[in-house]
């Protein structure tokens, strides 16, 4: 069975720093690409980076992120990381990983075969 499990959230300050953790247990294959998304209440869901398994560097980010987000993973642990910097009020929202088969990275959700239950952020003004 597969699990992802995220943490790390919580309530921060305008201009402060979080880390997101998604540890991932159960997905047998290993060609892998892993999603970041955050859905804000009355929002839709948005993709804001991604890796995948292979060592190429490269990274996807979501404009909105870019420049003060960082994703990162470390193979040996099965987990991924978000770290989150420049904090704004518009960065509250839920923040979930999710998981798909294969190492094309990618910021549409629907593409994706298992998710976490979320990590809850909240930036204050």
């Known amino acids: 069975e597969v699990h992802l499990v995220e943490s790390g959230g919580g309530l921060v300050q305008a201009g402060g720093s979080l880390r997101l953790s998604c540890a991932f247990s159960?997905?047998?294959?290993?060609?892998?690409?892993i999603g970041w998304f955050r859905q804000a209440p009355g929002k839709e869901r948005e993709g804001i980076s991604s890796i995948s398994s292979s060592d190429d560097g490269r990274l996807l980010y979501a404009d909105s992120v870019k420049g003060r987000f960082t994703i990162s993973s470390d193979n040996a642990k099965n987990t991924v990381y978000l770290q989150m910097n420049s904090l704004k009020p518009e960065d509250t929202a839920v923040y979930y990983c999710?998981?798909?088969?294969?190492?094309?990275?990618?910021?549409?959700?629907?593409?994706?075969?298992?998710w976490g239950q979320g990590t809850q952020v909240t930036v204050s003004s």
């Open positions: 159960g997905f047998t294959y290993d060609d892998y690409a």
């Open positions: 999710a998981i798909k088969r294969g190492q094309i990275r990618s910021l549409v959700g629907r593409w994706y075969d298992y």
